[in-house]
Nanobody, 119 residues
């Protein structure tokens, strides 16, 4: 059974930092590219960051470049999103996504973790 479980969401003040995590199970995590998306109330889901299976390549949305860092630990089946210099517009549910590296065309989603940036 495939599972992606996000955690670490919280209420944080503007300018603050937060790290969210996603623990994966049930598929070949170390061979799968991973992504973080976010969805704010009333808005479309937005791709925030991606990381290749070995962690060698990362990409970011322009809106978070220079502030967010995606990383992974394949020994722990975990992907992270470190968020610095947070802004109110970063408020959203952050969702973990996996692109299965073995079963082509399969992708998996977590349920998300709420990040709220407010004073």
């Amino acid at each position: 059974q495939v599972q992606l479980v996000e955690s670490g969401g919280a209420l944080v003040q503007p300018g603050g930092s937060l790290r969210v995590s996603c623990v994966a199970s049930g598929f070949a995590f170390s061979r799968s590219d991973m992504k973080w998306y976010r969805q704010a109330d009333g808005k479309e889901r937005e791709l925030v960051a991606t990381i290749t299976s070995n962690g060698g390549t990362t990409n970011y949305a322009d809106s978070v470049k220079g502030r967010f860092t995606i990383s992974r630990d394949n020994t722990k089946n975990t992907v992270y999103l470190q968020m610095n210099s947070l802004k109110p517009e970063d408020t959203a549910v952050y969702l973990c996504n996996a692109v299965d590296g073995i079963w082509v065309g399969r992708a998996y989603w977590g349920h998300g973790t709420q990040v709220t940036v407010s004073s």
